[in-house]
């Protein structure tokens, strides 16, 4: 599994909230929500979601609600 602290250096009992990678979901369909959605969720001590980029504004602003960040499109 990847690391930040190990691959940003980083020192100290686990990456703190300054250090957690903020990422952003381009694309909010069903490997979006079945898959990578969930595996930020697991991985929230590192990783920070931050929106939710989507074509439809439907599968958009449903996933940006469940995880609580913006969404946007184009």
Sequence with gaps: MWDLARATGA????ASVM????V???GAGRRAAGAWLPAIDT???Q??????CNTGAERGEEQAAKH???WHTD
């Design 43 to 45: 991985m929230s001590d």
């Design 11 to 14: 020192t100290g009992e686990g």
């Design 68 to 70: 609580g960040v913006p």
């Design 24 to 26: 952003a979901m381009v």
């Design 19 to 22: 250090d957690r990678l903020s």
């Design 47 to 52: 990783l920070r979601l931050t929106a939710v």
